[in-house]
């Protein structure tokens, strides 16, 4: 499996996560401003984690997914993240992958996600987390 240069492999789950979410949580979530057609996915180790819309999408597929908020610098809500052990992901999404770039992997959804949809879910696991 190909691996970025920027997060060793031999790097705990927990700092290549934070480093991940510290490093890249702009183009992070530039991804899933509009995204309606993909599921974000980042591999940090032991997990494969996806944020905002792709969380959405990855908690539909994956029940018993972990839900984890964050906050980062010049966003005014929760950023909801979703994580699913990896050899989890690997054995049901691997095949769907059409992007593979060192940790990131890009996988085409079958349905467009409604707005509403996803604000509603947004609301749903912030207080699930929170409460």
Known sequence: MCR??????????????????QDQ???ILAREQNNDKFIHL???GAYWV?????????????????ITLFR??????YMVMASVPADEAESC???????????????????SLPTG?????HEMAVRSVLL
């Open 50 to 66: 996806a944020f905002e819309r792709s969380a959405f999408r990855l908690s539909d597929i994956f029940r018993q997914c972990e």
């Open 4 to 21: 970025t240069t920027s997060i060793p492999a031999s790097m705990p789950s927990g700092i290549r996560l934070r480093q991940l979410i």
């Open 93 to 111: 999404l691997g095949e769907y992958i059409i992007l593979h770039d060192g940790i990131y992997r890009k996988v085409r959804s079958e349905h």
């Open 42 to 44: 980042y591999d940090i």
């Open 25 to 27: 949580h702009k183009e």
């Open 117 to 121: 949809d996803y604000r509603h879910w």
């Open 72 to 77: 980062v610098p010049a966003c005014p809500e």
